[in-house]
């Protein structure tokens, strides 16, 4: 596991007080401990024993006293000027915010130095359904009757009590296979139990017991870099930084209310910094989480394109179920953008729209990539009232026999009658969502530039963007390797016409860049044989930096360009095994050398 430290010691003096649940111990705790300790230091980690766990099998649930040891160490790190971090396992997170909520009434000041809140399997609300799986986990237990009826009082009582203004962001932490809390009851929270900033992580195969078995690499991993974020520094007011990707993408307000510690990260990012006129300087580790996920819902594609990798790596079709892209979102939190987008035809998915509504109500900007072949009426209507940022169409001919060879299954009819219905449709509800065409040319389909510049045009997109073909299987196809003084002819001639129709046409060293419709002058296709040019060093590419694609089984992959070299699952394996884990680091590497690899040199983003 791998973590950047950021800003001084003093400004990471933190203090964090892991708290058991009733009838657990300091042990179900202790490898979070561990590892916290060998970030921090064994002094800025507390593993309370609450009384009475240390040699009773049956402890009585005593509130005042255990809220009395709470209160002692919290007051403690307080003292000692640290940034506090207080993490509840179970009924653990119950007494936390029965302390919480005692200090908001009595001596509010005294939670100033809270950082964050982790909240571990903890039962917002105790119903009749918990009567069965209470008798099962205390199975042999005598005597735990009435302690456990004080318990369930308390966690009702809370529930009762209404939102609990915790100052501080508060992570719920749950097991998807938690034999005691079920883990849709951690949705209850945001049903007014808690006011503020919430962000959920449900982990994939994991039980009650989150910090121990073959899953608690997950969650630990999770628990630290929550920490690692908490703890850096934060401004009180919006930086000059945020303010001007504020004024550049509007909707990140949002995005950072939902979880304000994502800031750092798209500050961090190499498109911010691009945004803001800065130059970012590429090393082997990120520096932040991914600001950027490609995630595909689907592999199953109502084409057949031969340039395509879903082509020459013959997947099987499947669909992305709900849970599952809830999760991928879960396990991104500082994913700003999300497209969707890979080796499928998005709007084949059943629930499309739904996941497109899911991610905008998680405060994500939202695109998605669409060969129009589905894109009827209802579906056009459906997409403008989705919260939808960005649609591009995918477009590498209009004429239908070219279109036929080289998009086999394409009815260039259909797609000018859907794109064309699309355009009017956002036009009627005044929504704004930004239309792109994109195009792969090939010596094959250069002629039909032209009238890609008309159907663009005539369709009302607001840009175009250009490429060649990527992929090294592609490149004896590509314009790299066959571009002729006729085909430059007619790039220019196709290039002129846009302009006249005051069309911007982009490279593909904008694809990754935020707010591009501000920062399109800069990105224009200028000259024709630029669309043929591959740099042999590291020049544009951003993807390992801020971007992951996420395939539809979760597994992530170290680009869009190589949808073959899998890094890792995201329902598997935690953020800091992949993101800066050997092989991305090893890529970025042999990225930055003097011989970077094969599918880099034949990317025109590259």
């Given amino acids: 596991m791998t973590f950047s430290r950021g800003g001084s010691a003093r400004d990471n003096a933190v203090g964090i007080l892991l708290v058991h649940g009733y009838l657990g111990r300091p042990a179900d705790l202790a490898t979070l401990e561990a590892a916290i300790a060998r970030r921090y230091g064994t002094d800025a980690v507390t593993n309370l024993c609450l009384p009475a766990h240390d040699n009773s099998a049956s402890p009585p649930f005593d509130e005042a006293a255990f809220l009395s040891v709470l209160a002692t160490a919290i007051d403690r790190q ?11 396992h179970s009924t653990g997170g119950t007494l936390l915010l029965a302390e919480i909520a005692r200090r908001l009434t009595t001596d509010p000041a005294s939670l100033d130095a809270l950082r964050l809140l982790v909240l571990c399997a903890t039962p917002p609300l105790i119903d009749l359904g918990y009567a069965q799986r209470w008798a099962e986990h205390t199975a042999g237990q005598e005597n735990l009757l009435h302690d456990v009826g004080a318990l369930v009082s308390l966690i009702n009582r809370l529930a009762r009590h209404g939102p609990i203004a915790v100052p501080a962001p508060v992570l719920l932490l749950h097991g998807e296979d938690d034999e005691l809390v ?13 006011d503020g900033p919430l962000r959920q992580m449900r982990i994939a195969g994991a039980r009650h017991h989150l910090f121990t078995g073959e899953k608690s690499g997950m969650a630990i991993d999770a628990v630290c870099r929550a920490v690692d974020d908490a703890v850096r520094p934060r401004a009180g007011e919006c930086t000059a930084n945020q303010r001007l990707l504020f004024d550049m993408m509007p909707e990140l307000r949002s995005f950072f209310s939902t979880w304000p510690d994502s800031a750092r990260h798209v500050d961090a990012s190499p498109a911010a910094h691009r945004a803001r006129g800065e130059a970012f300087r590429p090393g082997m580790i990120a520096g932040a989480e991914p600001t950027i996920a490609n995630i595909e819902i689907t592999t199953r594609c109502n084409l ?28 991104l939190p500082h994913a700003c953008r999300i497209v969707l987008v890979g080796l499928g035809e998005p709007l084949l998915h059943p629930e499309v729209v739904d996941f497109i509504r899911l991610a905008v109500a998680a405060g994500r900007r939202v695109g998605l990539v669409t060969n129009a072949m589905l894109l009827d009426a209802e579906m056009a209507e459906a997409l403008c009232r989705s919260g939808l940022a960005a649609i591009t169409f995918s477009l590498d001919a209009v004429d239908q026999a070219i279109a036929e060879r080289i998009r086999p299954g394409s009815e260039m009819a259909r797609i000018s009658e859907n794109i064309g219905r699309f355009s009017a449709t956002r036009r009627r509800l005044g929504v704004a969502i930004s239309t792109a065409a994109f195009t792969a040319l090939t010596g094959d389909t250069v002629v039909e530039f032209e009238a890609i510049v008309d159907f663009s045009a005539e369709h009302e997109l607001d840009a175009l963007m250009v490429s060649d073909l990527n992929f090294p299987s592609n490149q004896a196809r590509s314009l790299h390797h066959t571009l002729s003084p006729e085909q430059r002819g007619t790039i220019r001639r196709a290039l002129r016409r846009a302009a006249a129709r005051r069309l911007p046409v982009l490279s593909v060293h904008g694809l990754e860049e935020f707010a591009l419709d501000r920062q399109y002058l800069d990105y224009l296709l200028l000259r024709g044989e630029n669309i043929a ?20 089984d979760g597994n992530l992959t170290l680009c869009d360009c190589q949808p073959e070299a899998v890094i890792g699952n995201i329902h598997h394996d935690g953020v800091g095994a992949w993101w800066d884990g050997p092989a991305m680091i090893r890529h970025r590497d042999r990225m930055l050398s003097d011989k970077p690899p094969e599918a880099c040199l034949a990317c025109p983003r590259f």
């Fill in 533 to 552: 040019a591959r740099a042999t060093r590291h020049t544009h590419c951003l993807s390992p930096w801020q971007s992951i694609p996420v395939n539809v």
């Fill in 78 to 88: 307080r003292s000692a000027g640290r940034k506090l971090v207080l993490l509840g």
């Fill in 304 to 331: 057949g394109c031969p340039a395509c990798a879903r082509t020459r790596l013959k997947v099987k079709s499947r669909f992305m179920p709900r849970e599952e892209f809830a999760r991928v979102l879960e396990h």
């Fill in 182 to 194: 079920p883990v849709a009851a951690a949705g209850l929270w945001r049903e007014k139990r808690l």
